[in-house]
């Protein structure tokens, strides 16, 4: 499934939290700083953690102070605690909010200075030390990427600080911590795997050469999303299906490392920080009226048909396999029991256009496929009110 000239290594295997200690070992590790969150701490997963860790001789240090869409203040606090315990490796076990932290503190933690001056792409002044991620999640796929994605405090900005030695050296996907996410978390972490695959399959390529290995990935995820999210939504206990969705969001997340998203994701930050919408829930919202505005080009509309034919949606022409996929991706939402109108949220029109001028601001906003401006954005946000 992974190919072997990726950074991340990725090993997968129901109850693999157990080999986390030798893991670390084999890094040649003896101080291990493990970032986590206060829900995965309470689930018993950071302990389970740490136990294997300390089985292999390793010395560890927890760090659980990190918040939903971790802020410039939560890793602030983790780079000082890191500093003072003075790691050899990071491991990340928790969410992509933990995951992201854990990077941002490695940032801070070698090279000094805020997270406003890693914003962009290999800012770091120093290579940055090994990490481990252990995601709990199947969503953000920040466990195979080089960037982590920290909110300013001061701003409220979310800010992409990317950089090659952040991509994590081993990815550990152990379905059954995932096991425990409350439902609304599972649908709201799977809405966000599937706009990863759906937005990255058609995003400008950020590297250049790496289009079809981005489709790839793009089109396995999007295939396991349609296998496995009802299930998951169903049976939460299905380990397999929880399996599927883990491999799902970890393919997403290369085919970002490799491309990138697109105007979904440009209105999702915006409401957020605005409206306090949750990432994946803004994300899976917008997602149809984003597939349907760039499926007016043929081009694009090609690689959605491409998509839409991969998974088995019906239709005959490029046209009607689009149409099939932005009305899978809106039954999918709908499965999850979600509101999927922004006036659930508190939108109101009047606010449209500062939510729509914010959205072109976004990174995320070059790189969709169709060309897009705040006249656009202010449309496919009404469409969704």
């Known amino acids: 499934m992974f190919r072997a000239d990726e950074v991340t290594r990725v090993v997968e295997g129901a109850g693999g939290v157990e080999r986390l200690g030798s893991l670390a070992a084999d890094l040649g590790a003896r101080r291990v700083f493990l970032v986590s969150d206060p829900g995965v701490v309470a689930a018993g997963h950071a302990e389970r953690g740490r136990r294997s860790l300390e089985a292999a001789g390793l010395a560890v240090e927890l760090f659980d102070d990190v918040h939903e869409n971790p802020s410039s203040e939560d890793v602030a606090r983790g780079a000082a605690a890191a500093t003072a315990f003075g790691p050899d490796l990071y491991v990340a076990l928790g969410g992509g909010s933990s995951i992201d932290a854990a990077k941002g503190a490695n940032f801070i933690e070698n090279c000094g200075g805020t997270m406003r001056d890693y914003w962009g792409h290999a800012k770091a002044t ?33 800010m992409a600080c990317g950089d090659p030695t952040a991509a994590p050296r081993i990815a550990l996907l152990d379905a059954e911590l995932t096991v425990t996410m409350p439902r609304e978390v599972t649908a709201m972490t799977g809405l966000d795997t599937l706009a990863h695959a759906v937005e990255s399959a058609v995003a400008k390529p950020r590297d250049a050469g790496t289009d079809g290995r981005t489709r790839d990935y793009a089109r396995e995820s999007f295939r396991l999303v349609l296998r496995a999210f009802p299930r998951v939504l169903e049976s939460p206990d299905d380990v397999e299906a929880r399996a599927d969705m883990l491999r799902a969001s970890a393919l997403g997340g290369l085919a970002i490392e490799h491309a990138m998203l697109g105007a979904a994701h440009s209105m999702a930050n915006p409401l957020t920080r605005v409206h306090g919408v949750a990432h994946g829930l803004a994300v899976g919202t917008m997602l149809p009226h984003v597939v349907r505005y760039n499926a007016e080009e043929a081009s694009v509309r ?65 790189f969709n496929p169709r060309a897009i401006d705040a006249r656009a954005f202010e449309s496919l946000l009404r469409g969704a009110l």
Do not use: N
Request: hydrophobic share 45%; aromatic share 4%; with cysteine.
């Open 126 to 158: 120093a290579p940055l030390r090994p990490m481990i991620a252990v995601p709990t999640t199947a969503g953000t796929g920040s466990e195979v990427q080089s960037f982590a994605l920290v909110t300013d405090a001061e701003t409220g900005r979310k």
């Open 302 to 366: 090609a690689i959605y048909a491409d998509l839409a034919r991969t998974a088995g949606l019906p239709g005959d022409t490029d046209e009607a396999l689009a149409g099939a996929l932005a009305d899978c991706v809106a039954e999918l939402h709908d499965a999850t029991g979600l509101p999927s109108r922004l006036a659930a949220h508190g939108v109101e029109d009047a606010g449209v256009p500062a939510l729509a001028a914010e959205a072109a601001e976004q990174w995320t906003a070059g």
